[in-house]
């Protein structure tokens, strides 16, 4: 029987090369990449099982990488491995389509755990974690941050894009549209969001996790 084909995403170099050499006595490890929108294009080729991926990756990060694989009907199980003991980001990315949430600080058993209970169809989440994110959904405190989510796909590409420093030209040529279409998203997100510079735009990426502080 063959081996599950597992692909990895982190943009960490020694953390991919750990997680192969930890995966890989019972999985098959078939990639591993180093940014959200890599991701999407080996996710396509290489039709994983399961995507073992990080939250904060340059690029696109895994939260909306999540989105637009299952926007793009793509039917890997994804599991996020993340330093993040955060209730919100769980909640986010389980929403996203993800089907676990388990911390990089947590035993490697439970990685293995978690991959084997989403190939049978369950759902995991870090015990840390996991008893308060029920009650999180239920109580609908996930809205917080509905300011973002109700940002378009491609404005939070370009907002995540604009706070890691790329300039309007070097978006354009990313996402394979114009610099004025880039500054036409620019222009809207500020509107919509009451902000007024790029430095502003940066700020409220950070606070609200579209990059890694």
Do not use: C
């Amino acid at each position: 029987m063959p081996q599950p084909r597992i692909l990895l995403a982190d943009d960490h170099t020694i953390v991919r090369d750990g997680l192969k050499t930890l995966l890989e006595a019972d999985f098959d490890v078939v990639g591993a990449v180093a940014d959200g929108r890599t991701l999407l294009t080996e996710a396509e080729r290489l039709a994983p099982d399961v995507i073992v991926a990080d939250i904060s990756m340059p690029m696109l990060n895994g939260i909306e990488a999540t989105r637009q694989l299952r926007r793009n009907g793509n039917a890997a199980k994804i599991v996020i491995l993340t330093m993040h003991v955060d209730v919100t980001y769980a909640t986010e990315v389980l929403e996203a389509g993800a089907s676990a949430y388990v911390l990089k600080n947590a035993p490697a058993e439970q990685l293995i755990k978690a991959i084997r209970e989403v190939l049978r169809g369950n759902t995991y989440v870090s015990p840390e974690v996991a008893p308060d994110v029920i009650p999180f959904i239920l109580n609908g405190a996930h809205q917080m941050n509905k300011r973002v989510s109700k940002l378009t796909p491609r404005q939070r590409e370009v907002l995540q894009l604009l706070a890691e420093g790329n300039t309007n030209k070097e978006i354009a040529g990313i996402l394979n549209v114009s610099p004025r279409t880039v500054e036409f998203h620019k222009y809207r997100m500020m509107q919509d969001l009451g902000l007024h510079s790029t430095a502003e735009l940066t700020r409220y990426a950070l606070k609200h996790g579209v990059i890694a502080n």
